[in-house]
Nanobody, 122 residues
Framework: QEHLVESGGGSVQAGGSLRLSCAAS???????LGWYRQAPGKQRELVAK?????????IYGNSVQGRFIISINNAKNTVYLQMNNLKPDDTAVYYC???????????????WGQGTQVTVSS
């Protein structure tokens, strides 16, 4: 069974930066890793996702485009999310997620992490 372990959440003032990491382990091949977030009273939304193949295709949520950068180290099965120019609206629980090989990489993830809190104060 796959496991996703997140790290790097915390509190920061508006305009600051944070970097999230997520290490994936397990026997089932993965074709994409990414991040979703959920704020209190809001629906879960895509933040960013990246494929594990060499071309490293990426997609970003509209609200983070241009501020967040997703990257991957395939040798370590680890995905990173560099979050810059953070805003109070970015406050949420951030979840690492993975799509198993064979599923559509832009679709609903098959595996979820426990989540890490990101709080941005004004």
């Amino acid at each position: 069974q796959e496991h996703l372990v997140e790290s790097g959440g915390g509190s920061v003032q508006a305009g600051g930066s944070l970097r999230l990491s997520c290490a994936a382990s397990g026997r089932v091949p993965i074709n994409a890793l990414g991040w979703y977030r959920q704020a209190p009273g809001k629906q879960r939304e895509l933040v960013a996702k990246i494929t594990t193949i060499s071309t490293a295709n990426r997609i970003y949520g509209n609200s983070v485009q241009g501020r967040f950068i997703i990257s991957i180290n395939n040798a370590k099965n680890t995905v990173y999310l560099q979050m810059n120019n953070l805003k109070p609206d970015d406050t949420a629980v951030y979840y690492c997620a993975a799509n198993r090989r064979g599923s559509t990489w832009t679709g609903e993830p098959d595996v979820w992490g426990q989540g890490t809190q990101v709080t941005v104060s004004s």
